[in-house]
């Protein structure tokens, strides 16, 4: 068995990662053909798909407006022998339907809070306003690249 296959996380893996990681960097492609990185509050929806939101106007919406390929990264480790990560790469669907940016705002805040119900009508009124002014974003994965250091049991 290859190194790259010992350190590789099950699909299983990958979701619970996932779901203790607040934040992924999102990586667009600007103009002059540079990755643009940064990093974004996310959820999974229940098909796999990352879902994340940002203002219509920011440069990651148009770079996504004239490339959508991408690449997510969350990671964690402070030492070597407990790197973890999770790279997924894929297309950015763009959606500006302000009731499915609502919806996506709830996803995040939810997950990031746990305090927040997605049925509850006035905390969506409330979001109603920042919502107009974003688009949300939904990349399916393509094709997915993980690393868990740990399981090299400190052997390298």
Not at 2 to 18: C, G, N, P, T
Not at 24 to 43: E, L, T
């Amino acid at each position: 068995m290859s190194r790259r296959d010992q350190i590789r996380m099950s699909d299983d893996e990958v979701k619970a990662f996932l779901d203790g990681s607040q934040t992924i960097i999102i990586n667009s492609i600007g103009k002059d053909g540079v990755p643009h990185p940064m990093p974004m509050w996310f959820a999974v929806d229940d098909d796999g798909a990352v879902l994340m939101t940002t203002f219509a106007r920011s440069q990651k919406i148009k770079n996504l407006e004239r490339d959508p390929r991408v690449s997510l990264l969350a990671e964690d480790g402070t030492e070597y022998a407990k790197l973890r990560g999770v790279v997924i790469y894929g297309e950015a669907e763009l959606v500006p339907d302000t009731e499915k940016v609502i919806d996506t705002l709830m996803k995040v805040a939810s997950r990031n809070t746990g305090d927040m119900d997605p049925t509850n009508e006035a905390v969506r009124a409330g979001m109603r306003k920042t919502a107009e002014k974003r688009v949300a974003i939904r990349v399916r994965p393509e094709r997915i690249v993980s690393w868990d250091h740990a399981k090299l049991g400190g052997v390298y």
